[in-house]
């Protein structure tokens, strides 16, 4: 049995993984790929300026890093995570099992997608999915946000600040805070589009253009971004029984990365910390390994 399995090789668990081997546990990466969600970045037509500092290629050193250590993990899926008397049990896509003495789960979340024309042709190209690691680039810019929940309001306040113009779809059948929607509308450079539905994005080599249906019509919207802010759902659905989960899926965590189940951490955006933030991630990554390693100790049960 081994000391630690981390589930997940996004930047937190990548960076779990650089954490535990040099504590020298005797540790598994199990993950579909490598590198998760931050193998996207948003474009924008014009680029991102002078000196823009990307938190994707300190990703790629973690990666390379394990792609060097090879024994030390494997591209594969695990299907269920049980715990039963301070043992985990992965099991994988191909039947086969993996045992540790503790887990981190960094299996991030997946996006929500409208799943109209455009979507996925434009993805990373002038549309993105969480507007939070972009706002600073739309000082004198053109914006559109859309959204089905609160999210989409925080972040028109958020744009609003930078922008030269913000238009937010709230789009039909959603839910929305009456004092948000409020404080949005009184924005000078906002305009708010209600009970709205996309039809299309189109453009060229980016996106340049969404249309929407509403009951006064369609229209066509020009902008320099356009962001989908739908909540992304937590890659938890094969957290096994013993071992619960918030209301949304994701997996609740204190202050050390440690959840409520003893040997099990989790770590980045699977926590639902809401920063969705490759800095963040790698940060939660490193103390989550350090707090198995801790665990590890204080229990005795160390490989090492
Ligand atoms: C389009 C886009 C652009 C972004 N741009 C930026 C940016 O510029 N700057 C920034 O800081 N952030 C950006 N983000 C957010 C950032 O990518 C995420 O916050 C970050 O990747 C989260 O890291 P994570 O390790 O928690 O999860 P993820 O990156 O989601 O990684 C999860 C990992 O778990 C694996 N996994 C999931 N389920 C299983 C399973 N059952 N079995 C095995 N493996 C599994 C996945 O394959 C993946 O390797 C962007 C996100 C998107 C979608």
Same mark, same amino acid.
């Given at each position: 049995?081994?000391?630690?399995?981390?589930?997940?090789?996004?930047?937190?668990?990548?960076?779990?993984?650089?954490?535990?081997?040099?504590?020298?546990?005797?540790?598994?990466?199990?993950?579909?790929?490598?590198?998760?969600?931050?193998?996207?970045?948003?474009?924008?037509?014009?680029?991102?300026?002078?000196?823009a500092i990307r938190a994707d290629e300190l990703v790629t050193i973690y990666?390379?890093?394990?792609?060097?250590?090879?024994?030390?993990h494997r591209l594969a899926e695990v299907k269920r995570l049980t715990a039963?008397?301070?043992?985990?049990?992965? =099991?994988?896509?191909?039947?086969?099992?993996?045992?540790?003495?503790?887990?981190? +789960?960094?299996?991030?979340?997946?996006?929500?997608?409208?799943?109209?024309? &455009?979507?996925?042709?434009?993805?990373?190209?002038?549309?993105?999915?969480?507007?939070?690691?972009?706002?600073?680039?739309?000082?004198?810019?053109? +914006?559109?946000?859309?959204?089905?929940?609160?999210?989409?309001?925080?972040?028109?306040?958020?744009?609003?600040?930078?922008?030269?113009? +913000?238009?937010?779809?709230?789009?039909?059948?959603?839910?929305?805070?009456?004092?948000? *929607?409020a404080r949005a509308r009184d924005l000078e450079r906002v305009t708010i589009?209600?009970?709205?539905?996309?039809?299309?994005?189109?453009?060229?080599?980016?996106?340049?253009? +969404?249309?929407?249906?509403?009951?006064?019509?369609?229209?066509?919207?020009?902008?320099? &971004?356009?962001? *989908?802010?739908?909540?992304?759902?937590?890659?938890?659905?094969?957290?096994?029984?013993?071992?619960?989960?918030?209301?949304?899926?994701?997996?609740?965590?204190?202050?050390?990365?440690?959840?409520?189940?003893?040997?099990?951490?989790?770590?980045?955006?699977?926590?639902?910390? &809401?920063?969705?933030?490759?800095?963040?991630?790698?940060?939660?990554?490193?103390?989550?390994?350090?707090?198995?390693?801790?665990?590890?100790?204080?229990?005795?049960? =160390?490989?090492?």
């Amino acid at each position: 049995m081994r000391d630690l399995i981390i589930i997940g090789a996004g930047p937190a668990g990548l960076a779990a993984a650089l954490y535990a081997t040099r504590k020298r546990m005797d540790c598994l990466v199990i993950s579909k790929d490598l590198g998760g969600k931050s193998n996207y970045a948003v474009r924008l037509a014009d680029g991102e300026g002078p000196g823009a500092i990307r938190a994707d290629e300190l990703v790629t050193i973690y990666k390379s890093r394990l792609q060097y250590l090879r024994h030390s993990h494997r591209l594969a899926e695990v299907k269920r995570l049980t715990a039963s008397g301070g043992t985990f049990t992965c =099991a994988l896509e191909d039947d086969s099992t993996e045992e540790a003495r503790a887990v981190i +789960v960094a299996t991030g979340t997946r996006l929500r997608r409208l799943g109209v024309p &455009g979507e996925k042709q434009f993805l990373s190209r002038g549309l993105g999915y969480s507007s939070i690691s972009y706002s600073h680039l739309f000082a004198g810019k053109r +914006v559109v946000l859309v959204g089905d929940a609160d999210r989409v309001l925080d972040s028109t306040l958020e744009l609003s600040i930078h922008a030269d113009a +913000v238009t937010t779809v709230l789009l039909a059948g959603g839910w929305f805070s009456e004092d948000l *929607v409020a404080r949005a509308r009184d924005l000078e450079r906002v305009t708010i589009l209600e009970e709205a539905t996309v039809r299309e994005f189109r453009g060229d080599e980016y996106a340049r253009e +969404v249309v929407l249906a509403s009951k006064s019509g369609e229209q066509t919207i020009a902008a320099d &971004g356009f962001f *989908v802010e739908l909540a992304p759902e937590p890659n938890t659905d094969f957290i096994g029984d013993g071992i619960s989960l918030e209301s949304t899926g994701s997996l609740r965590v204190d202050g050390t990365n440690s959840t409520a189940v003893p040997g099990l951490f989790a770590a980045g955006d699977v926590t639902g910390n &809401g920063y969705e933030q490759i800095l963040v991630s790698l940060g939660e990554g490193s103390k989550a390994a350090l707090s198995a390693y801790r665990y590890l100790l204080e229990t005795g049960r =160390a490989n090492a």
